[in-house]
């Protein structure tokens, strides 16, 4: 793979000299994803399915193009893409929907897992609240890896959903899915995949992986932030009710009643964000370009080179597998004698890289690690051996500094 040609895209490496290993968070946007948004703004900045002039039609068209980019990217129908703002808001709009539903009962269960991102918890938390459901999380084992074993032992008759990372922000662990999915299938469970993390490095087939419903979010998959994704088996998102209400999501309208308008549509309400889906349609264009399964090659051969040289720093502690097999590019470390937050802030004032600090937006699993919080560095396809040899050195001597 010829990185350099990819990394001229994202010019902020050549201009800021920048090691950006803070992809976990956010990825990098290229040029292709800024122009599109920009093309938006400057050149059709018309609000869509509503005008029959030249420019809103032009904007419709676009936007609509998102759908269906999206729909061949996930293999799963057009109508079955919902454009939401983010990974978290397509995880509390399934939540409302089941909830708006009448889906569960009193005493009813939902299995998430210990290594969730709060999104992916906290709405979850606030149903059971609500409804006097039963939360309950499946452990990890020693080696980072999701217990299997422990989702059998916790499944009742009254679970009715089961959701997880299809790899997880902090760990990386990559979640067994296929064999959750059957689980889920035999105890007539909803099954939910949060693949904020898998979308932007692996390929995922919607008709295959076995969710009724999975999530992602296009600023971690080169797109703008303020855009997601919400996938549905159709026949779910025909049954259940809609979240939001008022334009663009209905049929008719009178003072009585109103009718919901077809799929997508009907989780769709209001003026969307209409830049924010032409950037997501270049991105998914720009994954497409790169080739989704060179990306997770790149990403696999930084992730084994990035594992092998720090285990050979004396002080780090890894909360990750450690096996490319088993996880995504991400690294999950403390440095013994220094706290993370100040790590990081020497990684950045140092050696211009930039990783990330603190509890990660998952704080159940983190402060289990370490009160204090944990550094991670999270690779992306541009990302480059010569970088990950400028951050083991910097830790090195940082070690050196601290640890003699
Ligand atoms: C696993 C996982 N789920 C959900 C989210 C939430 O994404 P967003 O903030 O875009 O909603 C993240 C973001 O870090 C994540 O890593």
């Not at 009962?105 to 979850?124: F, Q």
């Not at 077809?262 to 370009?289: H, R």
Request: aromatic content about 10%; overall charge positive.
């Amino acid at each position: 793979m010829n990185i350099d040609k990819y990394r001229k895209d994202f010019s902020i490496l050549k201009e800021k000299k920048i090691i950006y290993f803070d992809n976990a968070a956010t990825s990098l946007k290229p040029r292709q994803v800024i122009e599109k948004m920009n093309y938006y703004y400057e050149k059709c900045p018309a609000n869509i399915h509503r005008g029959i002039h030249q420019l809103s039609q032009e904007a419709s068209v676009i936007y609509e193009e998102t759908h269906e980019k999206l729909s061949d990217f996930f293999n799963c129908k057009p109508e079955e893409v919902i454009l939401t703002n983010n990974s978290t808001d397509s995880l509390n709009m399934i939540m409302y929907m089941l909830y708006n539903s009448n889906y569960f009962k009193k005493g009813d269960e939902i299995i998430t897992s210990v290594y969730e991102h709060h999104a992916n918890i906290v709405p979850w938390q606030y149903l059971c609240q609500k409804l006097g459901l039963v939360l309950k999380f499946v452990e990890i084992k020693k080696d980072f890896t999701y217990d299997l074993a422990d989702l059998e032992r916790k499944i009742t008759k009254k679970t009715k959903l089961i959701t997880v990372a299809h790899i997880s922000n902090t760990t990386a662990t990559i979640a067994p899915i296929k064999k959750i999915s059957e689980i889920a299938k035999k105890n007539n469970c909803l099954f939910v995949i949060d693949g904020s993390q898998s979308a932007p490095h692996h390929k995922i087939d919607f008709k295959k992986i076995g969710a009724d419903f999975f999530v992602c979010t296009a600023h971690k998959m080169l797109g703008p932030t303020g855009v997601g994704v919400l996938i549905g088996k159709r026949n779910l998102l025909e049954k259940f009710s809609p979240v939001r209400f008022g334009g663009d999501m209905i049929k008719n309208v009178t003072f009585k009643k109103s009718t919901w308008n077809d799929l997508p549509y009907k989780f769709e309400a209001g003026t969307p964000n209409i830049s924010g889906a032409f950037g997501l349609s270049a991105a998914v264009d720009y994954i497409n370009y790169v080739g989704i399964d060179n990306i997770l090659k790149q990403d696999k051969k930084l992730l084994e080179y990035g594992i092998n040289e720090i285990l050979k720093i004396d002080n780090i502690v890894c909360y990750n597998p450690l096996d490319i097999k088993k996880q995504g590019p991400i690294l999950l470390f403390n440095l013994k004698g220094i706290n993370c937050r100040e790590l990081s802030t020497l990684l950045d004032q140092t050696k211009n890289i930039a990783t990330r600090a603190g509890m990660h937006c998952a704080e159940p699993i983190i402060s289990r690690f370490d009160k204090n919080g944990v550094t991670r560095a999270s690779f992306y396809f541009y990302n480059t051996k010569e970088e990950i040899d400028v951050f083991i050195s910097a830790l090195k001597f940082i070690n050196k500094k601290i640890n003699l």
